[in-house]
Nanobody, 123 residues
């Protein structure tokens, strides 16, 4: 069983940056694929980024967001730069056992989920 806890969300202005953290329990987390998803009010949950053998990004965040992991801290980060109002959503961290050579962008491909952290960008 893996527990995920997100942190780092908040209210920022357009153009600002935020770094989200996803802290996990269990050392085996280092061999899990980890993804970030987001869900805006009235919209489907959508893929943002994932990290496995490689990193993958949604087109809407490519060049602005960076996903990374610190295995010593059992934490995955999402650095978000040049935020805009369309980035406003609840951001979720998700994990699934195994490492892959594809991005695994569907929510149903992930077994473990955090509780989410709100990101609000004012324009």
């Amino acid at each position: 069983q893996v527990q995920l806890v997100e942190s780092g969300g908040g209210l920022v202005q357009a153009g600002d940056s935020l770094r989200l953290s996803c802290a996990a329990s269990g050392r085996t987390f280092t061999t899990y694929i980890v993804g970030w998803f987001r869900q805006a009010p009235g919209k489907e949950r959508e893929f943002v980024a994932s990290i496995s053998y490689n990193t993958y990004y949604a087109d809407s965040v490519k060049g602005r967001f960076t996903i990374s992991r610190d295995n010593a801290k059992i934490t995955v980060y999402l650095q978000m730069n040049s935020l805009n109002a369309e980035d406003t959503a609840v951001y979720y961290c998700a994990a699934d056992p195994g490492l892959y050579y594809n991005k695994r962008s569907a929510p149903e491909e992930y077994k473990y989920w955090g509780q989410g952290t709100q990101v609000t960008v004012s324009s």
